[in-house]
């Protein structure tokens, strides 16, 4: 959500601030701002819209101190403005913090502290955290900030500094993610290790209710209650450049370029023979476990529910579980039932999704067992999981998810197939031929990259298309809604992913020459009912974009266009399918000029509820 960077060092606080920042505007992009401590008071420069736009004011105005926070927001309480944006600032300008998270008893203190005197400038919920520090800041900013914790409900990563303590900052966590980085008389704050990657590789992650106070020379963990914590340093796993674009024109472009050798990667270690068994170490269940499953619960949000509705498919074809998928944000509503020997899914790329985290502590509260499929290491989402299963996507930036997605359907597959396996609940050799099938997924990836040209030339003649609707059935009814997605997150058509079946029940209504369809209709079980389905749809001179295996001959006599997709089972086809989809969308919003990266209104990670 917010982006968070602190720094406190030899260098010049805002370089390294901004630095940060530049890798975290993904995450949050309508203002950002800095404070620097130095000479007994704050400096502060704040800016509405993106990064570059500080990074302009501070070449006007440089602010020369080497201990300083900085933050971009992504608006959640008052609109993207000067006043709204941080950090914030105590009354008398001694004490600014920056905040990622949200405040959720902001409006009752903030009464209380007006009742005391205190002038409120914005209409946020942090505000009331500066002010609160202040009021019990007596010149050890650690215990005020520990006193002021307190008092807040809700969730917060917070970075503290005080005009007259140019020698520290002080961070503190619950729930919302933050690290602290380490470094060689200079030392980080940072809400994203991708934010510090470039200066350290090695980072203290802290837990909730916990913080740091941070030196130049030294960095203190301790819990809320001032008790010490020892906690030994993280190694980041990957290099400095992974969080770069190395050449693509957007980090989304990147990325889907990266799905080859990513999907190698996920399969390392786990499945390097079809005959073989899958390894699964980190998952965490014995063979009884898994066989005496009665129920999986599969909860995510946005690109990850998709991929949790394809996991919801292969477990009751493959393992014969059954199976449910809820949306993480709607799950604590309907109060599910969890019976004994329940499984919870949780699929999240950040690892740190507001509603997934809530979703997820729900289902252990209730007595279900969670395991997570989870790209970012150690992410909260996977601290509080009984087993991890890592998608070893490796960072991905693009606010439109898009490597993650196909690796997490990938390395759902594998616990599906594991699950199968263990219960005997598939024959031997449809295993073998799933099992060969997600082999040969980095090579049919490629090709489908390969072939970027031929998918752009069809985003050539729709991309003025005011709507379109992705249709398709039984496990790529899922690939629809999530090809509906990446259109509509990136490139503002409104798109709708829809089950084919269910298109005479209404949305046939909206069928005409200016409703653009993306039909998914390969080889499978719904094969011949998705032909009838593009038959009603050009019966009603919609145009038909369809997606079809190598060498199929009816679709082209159909469709209008065709995007090629070389043949696969019918089971792991959701995710050479995205690839195509991925592009399409990418290629549309390029030509429509839109922020791809950066969409608006759009936050890579949604660390609010
Ligand atoms: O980090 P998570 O996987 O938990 O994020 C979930 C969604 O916020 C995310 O997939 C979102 O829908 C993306 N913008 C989709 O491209």
């Known amino acids: 959500m917010c982006g968070i960077v602190g720094y406190i060092g030899q260098k010049k606080a805002t370089d390294v601030c901004v630095a940060g920042l530049k890798r975290l505007e993904y995450r949050g992009y309508d203002s950002a701002g800095v404070a620097v401590a130095g000479d007994g008071k704050l400096d502060v420069l704040k ?14 105005s440089p602010l020369d101190s080497t201990c300083g926070i900085g933050h971009t927001r992504w608006a959640t309480h008052g609109k993207p403005s000067k006043t709204n944006s941080h950090p914030h600032l105590s009354n008398d300008g001694l004490i600014a913090v920056v905040h990622n998270g949200i405040i959720e008893n902001y409006a009752r203190l903030r009464d209380e502290l007006k009742a005391e005197g205190v002038e409120f400038l914005s209409e946020t919920d942090t505000e009331v955290i500066a002010h609160l520090v202040r009021k019990y800041y007596e010149g050890d900013l650690a215990a005020a900030v520990q006193r002021a ?9 917070l970075g503290v500094v005080a005009g007259d303590q140019p020698d520290l900052m002080v961070a503190a966590r619950r729930f919302s993610p933050l690290v602290i980085g380490i470094g060689e008389g200079e030392n980080f704050i940072a809400s994203d290790m991708g934010a510090i990657r470039q200066f350290t590789d090695k980072v203290y992650v802290i837990d909730d209710d916990e913080m740091a106070v941070v030196k130049r020379d030294g960095i203190t963990l301790s819990d809320m209650d001032g008790n010490p914590v020892e906690r030994e340093a993280y190694v980041i796993p990957w290099p400095a450049e992974a969080a770069q674009k190395g050449g693509h024109k957007h980090f989304m472009h990147k990325e889907i370029h990266e799905q080859p050798r990513a999907m190698r990667e996920c399969l390392l270690g786990r499945l390097s023979d079809p005959n073989a068994s899958i390894t699964l170490e980190s998952l965490n269940m014995t063979a009884d476990e898994i066989k005496g499953l009665r129920k ?5 949000c946005g690109t990850a529910y ?19 998928c809820d949306l993480a944000a709607e799950l604590r509503a309907r109060n599910p039932v969890v019976l004994d020997n329940t499984l919870a899914i949780i699929v999240s790329q950040s ?5 997934t985290l809530v979703a997820l502590r729900e289902l252990k509260e209730k007595g279900a067992k969670v395991i997570s499929v989870v790209n970012v290491v150690d992410s909260s989402i996977a601290r509080e999981s009984d087993g991890v299963v890592y998608i070893q996507a490796g960072p991905e930036i693009g606010v439109a998810s898009t490597k ?8 759902i597959a594998l616990i599906a197939a594991h699950f199968a396996d263990v219960r005997g609940a598939t024959p031997e050799e449809d295993l073998v031929a799933l099992r060969e099938a997600m082999l040969s997924l980095p090579e049919l990836a490629q090709t489908l990259l390969d072939r970027e040209d031929d998918v752009k030339a069809v985003a050539a003649k729709y991309f003025e298309s005011p709507n379109a609707l992705y249709l398709g059935r039984g496990v790529n009814l899922a690939t629809a809604m999530e090809g509906a997605l990446k259109l509509k997150e990136i490139s503002y058509i409104h798109a709708e992913g829809y089950s084919a079946g269910e298109m005479k029940h209404g949305p046939i209504a909206l069928v005409e020459p200016s409703l653009v369809t993306v039909a998914i209709a390969v080889k499978g079980d ?5 032909i009838g389905n593009i038959q009603e749809i050009k019966a009603r001179s919609g145009p038909v974009i ?29 995710i050479t399918i995205a690839i195509p989809l991925q592009i399409l969308a990418y290629h549309i919003a390029d030509m429509k000029g839109c922020h791809i990266d950066q969409p608006r209104n759009l936050a890579k990670t949604v660390t609010v509820e």
């Open 47 to 60: 800016v509405v819209g993106k990064l570059d736009r500080l990074i302009d004011a501070l070449d006007e």
């Open 149 to 157: 914790s307190q008092d807040l409900e809700g969730a917060f990563a």
């Open 296 to 300: 999986i619960v599969f909860t995510a």
């Open 306 to 324: 998709h991929a949790g509705l394809v996991g919801r498919f292969l477990m009751e074809k493959l393992a014969r579980i059954p199976s449910e």
């Open 351 to 355: 690892g740190e999704t507001a509603d």
């Open 404 to 411: 993650a997605y196909t690796l997490q359907i990938l390395t």
């Open 526 to 530: 719904v094969y011949e009912k998705m």
């Open 546 to 574: 369809g997606v079809a295996f190598d060498g199929d001959t009816e679709i082209p006599r159909q469709a209008d266009d065709v995007i090629w997709v070389p043949e696969c089972p019918e089971l792991v086809s959701p």
